[in-house]
């Protein structure tokens, strides 16, 4: 027995004895943010309420990401009525400057006006 884990004696148990450790346990973070001293909290209060800030490299992707999808939607819909390749590029191009200009316009910086927003 080490540490109080394992067995009292490996005898009768059909095993050697040998402990291994659990190389997936998962711990917590505990990752700390160096805020200028003005705020006063000890060094053992973690986070202490400070929230990190969103990368706007990973937004602006998102952003794009939600319009390429909603124009992939329009883009099957599109071709399930039968329109000519064409008129739906025409109409993927007319679209895309829409959502673009709106992303541009809300200056949220995440294009609140291009979320997903099915409400079934």
Not at 49 to 69: C, F, P, T, V
């Amino acid at each position: 027995m080490y540490n109080g884990i394992g067995l009292q004696t490996p005898r009768g148990s059909g095993t050697n004895g040998y402990v291994q450790t659990n190389k997936f346990l998962i711990r917590g973070r505990t990752s700390k943010v160096v805020v200028d001293g003005d705020k006063g909290f000890a060094p053992d209060q973690g986070m202490g309420g400070i929230s990190k800030k969103a990368n706007k490299e990973i937004l602006e992707h998102d952003r794009k990401r939600q319009i390429e999808l909603k124009l992939v939607i329009l883009e099957d819909k599109l071709s399930e009525q039968g329109y000519t390749d064409a008129e739906i590029s025409e109409k993927c191009e007319e679209l895309r400057s829409k959502l673009e200009a709106e992303a541009a316009t809300t200056g949220d910086g995440y294009g609140g006006a291009v979320g997903i927003s099915d409400k079934k």
